[in-house]
């Protein structure tokens, strides 16, 4: 499967993941849902978790290979990050896909628990 297929599963099983999650906490109101979950699915949280992923060796190489050919074909980006930000964020999407698809369910629930560890301490909006 090329990147963007990859980064196209992945993107919607990340979505379901944390939407399951967020539902999990407590949270009701669609509303305040939706402005969580931004704080985890936007390209900036998303570009954040695969630095830190990468930065600490904690994907392996066949993972970053995952995440390379997101990154790598993901195209001109959007207007509302830079691009560099948007090729980290589909690149990890790809890398979400790559472990969706390759059915390695313990590996994507580990590396998924420790993204939400990773934008639940920092923010990556400025809000705290």
């Known amino acids: 499967m090329n990147g963007l297929t990859l980064a ?28 969580r979950a931004i704080r985890f699915t936007s390209g ?24 390379k050919r997101g990154r790598n074909a993901s195209g001109p980006g959007r207007k509302n990050i830079d691009a560099k ?3 980290q964020a589909t690149g990890f999407e790809s890398l979400i896909g790559y472990l969706y698809t390759n059915k390695q369910f313990d590996r994507l629930t580990e590396l998924l628990k420790q993204a939400i560890e990773i934008i639940e301490k920092g923010d990556t909006h400025g809000k705290g």
């Open 8 to 35: 196209y599963i992945g993107d919607a099983y990340y979505e379901l993941y944390i939407r399951e999650y967020l539902i999990e906490s407590g949270i009701t109101n669609v509303d305040k849902l939706h402005q």
């Open 44 to 67: 900036i949280a998303q570009s954040k978790i695969i630095t830190h992923f990468i930065d600490n060796n904690i994907i392996n190489q066949d993972e970053i290979d995952a995440y």
């Open 85 to 87: 930000t948007y090729h």
